[in-house]
Nanobody, 124 residues
Framework: QVQLVESGGGLVQAGGSLRLSCAVS????????MGWFRQAPGKEREFVAA????????NYADTVKGRFTISRDNAKTTVYLQMNSLKPEDTAAYYC?????????????????WGQGTQVTVSS
């Protein structure tokens, strides 16, 4: 079974930075896309960023473009989300996900495996 474990969340002030990590282990799942989603209480799960595991191409939600950077470490099967210029509206549980699809990267339904989430709280 493929497992994803997020880490790096925490409490930061607005304008600060956090770097989330997602360690992937187990199974023989062929990953085409790794993504980050977030969900605040009472809100829908929202796409944040995605990266092609092989080619490294990236995609971002408009709300985080220019502030967040997704990257990968193929050797250690790790994906990162560098979050800069954080805003209170970035407060959410952040989830790492893996997909066998190369398209529809922004759709949560395309992802086969999910981590348990890591909380990011941004104070004003």
């Amino acid at each position: 079974q493929v497992q994803l474990v997020e880490s790096g969340g925490g409490l930061v002030q607005a304008g600060g930075s956090l770097r989330l990590s997602c360690a992937v282990s187990g199974g023989t799942f062929r990953r085409y896309t790794m993504g980050w989603f977030r969900q605040a209480p009472g809100k829908e799960r929202e796409f944040v960023a995605a990266i092609s595991w092989v080619g490294g191409s990236t995609n971002y939600a408009d709300t985080v473009k220019g502030r967040f950077t997704i990257s990968r470490d193929n050797a250690k099967t790790t994906v990162y989300l560098q979050m800069n210029s954080l805003k209170p509206e970035d407060t959410a549980a952040y989830y790492c996900a893996a997909s066998s699809w190369s398209a529809d990267y922004g759709s949560a339904s395309r992802y086969n495996y999910w981590g348990q989430g890591t909380q990011v709280t941004v104070s004003s």
